[in-house]
Protein backbone atom coordinates (compact mmCIF):
# COMPACT_ATOMS: atom_id res chain seq x y z
CA UNK A 1 0.00 0.00 0.00
CA UNK A 2 1.08 3.28 -1.01
CA UNK A 3 1.84 5.69 1.80
CA UNK A 4 1.06 9.92 1.27
CA UNK A 5 2.74 12.05 3.65
CA UNK A 6 1.61 15.21 3.64
CA UNK A 7 3.69 18.64 5.52
CA UNK A 8 3.75 22.29 5.77
CA UNK A 9 0.70 23.17 7.31
CA UNK A 10 0.46 25.66 9.99
CA UNK A 11 -1.33 29.21 10.50
CA UNK A 12 -0.94 32.00 8.51
CA UNK A 13 -2.64 35.34 7.89
CA UNK A 14 -4.91 36.34 5.25
CA UNK A 15 -2.94 37.16 2.03
CA UNK A 16 0.41 35.23 3.14
CA UNK A 17 1.57 32.07 1.68
CA UNK A 18 2.08 28.50 2.63
CA UNK A 19 3.59 25.05 0.67
CA UNK A 20 1.98 21.92 0.96
CA UNK A 21 4.08 18.69 0.62
CA UNK A 22 3.08 15.51 0.20
CA UNK A 23 5.70 12.47 -0.50
CA UNK A 24 4.61 9.05 -1.86
CA UNK A 25 6.69 5.93 -0.88
CA UNK A 26 6.32 3.35 -3.74
CA UNK A 27 8.41 3.11 -6.86
CA UNK A 28 5.62 4.65 -10.03
CA UNK A 29 5.04 7.55 -8.64
CA UNK A 30 4.64 9.18 -12.35
CA UNK A 31 2.23 6.88 -13.16
CA UNK A 32 0.03 7.96 -11.35
CA UNK A 33 -2.36 11.34 -10.87
CA UNK A 34 -1.89 13.07 -7.98
CA UNK A 35 -4.48 15.65 -6.28
CA UNK A 36 -5.18 17.59 -3.38
CA UNK A 37 -8.38 18.09 -1.59
CA UNK A 38 -9.70 19.97 1.72
CA UNK A 39 -11.95 19.86 3.87
CA UNK A 40 -12.91 22.69 6.29
CA UNK A 41 -15.04 22.08 9.53
CA UNK A 42 -18.78 21.06 8.87
CA UNK A 43 -18.37 20.58 5.48
CA UNK A 44 -17.92 18.05 2.66
CA UNK A 45 -14.53 17.41 1.57
CA UNK A 46 -13.91 19.15 -1.74
CA UNK A 47 -11.13 18.61 -4.80
CA UNK A 48 -8.73 21.90 -5.09
CA UNK A 49 -6.90 20.71 -7.60
CA UNK A 50 -5.38 17.53 -9.49
CA UNK A 51 -1.75 16.91 -12.26
CA UNK A 52 -1.32 13.89 -14.12
CA UNK A 53 1.25 12.06 -14.09
CA UNK A 54 3.48 13.80 -16.86
CA UNK A 55 2.40 17.27 -15.58
CA UNK A 56 0.53 17.34 -18.75
CA UNK A 57 -2.78 18.61 -17.35
CA UNK A 58 -3.81 20.03 -14.44
CA UNK A 59 -6.90 21.15 -13.10
CA UNK A 60 -8.23 23.91 -9.81
CA UNK A 61 -11.24 24.26 -8.38
CA UNK A 62 -12.86 28.12 -9.34
CA UNK A 63 -12.18 29.29 -5.48
CA UNK A 64 -8.47 28.47 -5.65
CA UNK A 65 -7.74 29.62 -9.69
CA UNK A 66 -4.86 32.06 -10.01
CA UNK A 67 -4.06 31.75 -6.24
CA UNK A 68 -2.98 28.04 -5.86
CA UNK A 69 -0.24 25.57 -8.15
CA UNK A 70 0.20 22.25 -8.07
CA UNK A 71 3.12 20.68 -9.27
CA UNK A 72 5.41 17.61 -8.82
CA UNK A 73 8.41 16.17 -9.26
CA UNK A 74 8.98 12.65 -9.53
CA UNK A 75 12.39 12.14 -9.10
CA UNK A 76 11.34 12.82 -5.91
CA UNK A 77 7.67 11.31 -5.11
CA UNK A 78 6.40 14.69 -4.11
CA UNK A 79 3.53 16.77 -5.38
CA UNK A 80 3.59 20.57 -4.04
CA UNK A 81 0.71 22.74 -3.65
CA UNK A 82 1.83 26.34 -3.68
CA UNK A 83 -0.94 28.56 -1.88
CA UNK A 84 -0.79 32.08 -2.09
CA UNK A 85 -2.97 35.00 -1.36
CA UNK A 86 -4.95 33.16 1.99
CA UNK A 87 -8.11 33.79 2.54
CA UNK A 88 -9.59 32.67 5.29
CA UNK A 89 -12.20 31.00 3.37
CA UNK A 90 -9.29 28.59 2.94
CA UNK A 91 -8.89 27.33 6.35
CA UNK A 92 -9.75 23.62 6.02
CA UNK A 93 -7.59 20.02 6.43
CA UNK A 94 -5.88 19.56 3.61
CA UNK A 95 -5.54 16.09 2.28
CA UNK A 96 -3.04 14.77 -0.99
CA UNK A 97 -4.65 11.75 -3.13
CA UNK A 98 -3.24 9.29 -5.77
CA UNK A 99 -5.87 7.95 -8.39
CA UNK A 100 -4.36 4.19 -8.83
CA UNK A 101 -6.90 3.70 -11.84
CA UNK A 102 -7.96 6.96 -13.34
CA UNK A 103 -6.70 7.98 -16.69
CA UNK A 104 -6.99 11.42 -17.57
CA UNK A 105 -8.54 12.54 -20.52
CA UNK A 106 -8.20 16.01 -20.41
CA UNK A 107 -7.12 18.98 -17.57
CA UNK A 108 -11.29 18.39 -16.43
CA UNK A 109 -10.95 14.61 -16.22
CA UNK A 110 -8.80 15.20 -13.20
CA UNK A 111 -11.42 15.71 -10.69
CA UNK A 112 -13.72 13.26 -11.82
CA UNK A 113 -11.45 10.47 -11.30
CA UNK A 114 -11.52 8.07 -8.10
CA UNK A 115 -8.98 8.77 -5.75
CA UNK A 116 -8.28 5.91 -3.83
CA UNK A 117 -5.25 6.44 -1.58
CA UNK A 118 -4.74 9.75 1.10
CA UNK A 119 -2.79 11.11 2.88
CA UNK A 120 -3.42 11.87 6.95
CA UNK A 121 -4.25 15.65 6.38
CA UNK A 122 -2.62 18.76 7.38
CA UNK A 123 -4.55 21.31 8.86
CA UNK A 124 -4.24 24.77 6.80
CA UNK A 125 -5.58 27.86 9.26
CA UNK A 126 -5.92 31.32 7.69
CA UNK A 127 -6.65 33.84 10.36
CA UNK A 128 -8.24 37.75 9.08
Known amino acids: QVQLVESGGGLVQAGGSLRLSCEAS????????MGWFRQAPGKEREFVTG????????YYADSVKGRFTISRDNAKNTVYLQMNSLKPEDTAVYYC?????????????????????WGQGTQVTVSS
Open 97 to 117: ARSTTGVPSSSYSLRLLPYDN
Open 51 to 58: ISGGGRYF
Open 26 to 33: GRTFSSYV
